[in-house]
């Protein structure tokens, strides 16, 4: 795997097993409680995993043809630093409606951990297909930011963390 990415990877299972921890030791019933109709910690990590298992998909079919697609530049760099910054405010962001209705909900720790395992693996396998000169090309059409790169599309999965973390954090209190 080239190593910028296998850095970014390293990054992502570092945020991965933090978030797990934080998890780990509740009940079933600690983790599908859901405070007054808001998500449960089981959906909100569905909802994590799921998202990344849709992008893995999407990415695996786009890398057949990365010899033609583009390469990103400026533009899409501003873009990436303005949803960056969005996430990081404490605003609610509605979930894409293909997402939700292809998110599995999964009810116990064990399977949170099975499920974003393989994901991950899969992640891995991946990664270790780009080459040097792919690492800029667009290969990942994210909902709001359009066409990023490889690299890009990494950030946007530890962004995704970071911005449902504290969501967790306060549904572990409620």
């Known amino acids: 795997m080239n190593n910028s990415l296998l850095q970014r990877y390293a990054s992502l299972e570092d945020q991965r097993h933090g978030l797990l921890a ?18 449960s910690i089981a959906q909100v990590l569905s909802h994590i995993i799921a998202s990344e298992q849709l992008s893995i998909n999407y990415l695996n079919k786009k890398i057949l043809g990365i010899k033609e697609a583009a390469n990103t530049g400026l533009i899409e760099e501003l873009k990436m630093t303005a949803f960056i910054i969005s996430q ?13 209705e292809k998110t599995t909900s999964l009810q116990t720790v064990e399977q949170v951990k099975a499920s974003w395992e393989k994901t ?6 991946l990664l270790s297909r780009f080459q040097q000169d792919q690492l800029r090309r667009k290969v990942y059409r994210h909902p709001v930011i359009g066409m990023i790169n ?20 306060n549904l572990k209190t409620l």
């Open 22 to 39: 934080l998890v780990d030791s509740l009940s079933n019933e600690q983790l599908n409680k859901q405070p007054n109709g808001k998500w």
């Open 88 to 100: 990081r405010l404490p605003i609610k962001y509605k979930a894409p409606k293909g997402l939700k």
């Open 120 to 125: 991950r693996s899969e992640l891995s396998e």
């Open 150 to 169: 490889i690299q890009q599309t990494l950030r946007f999965f530890q962004e995704h963390i970071i911005h449902h973390t504290p969501q967790i954090k």
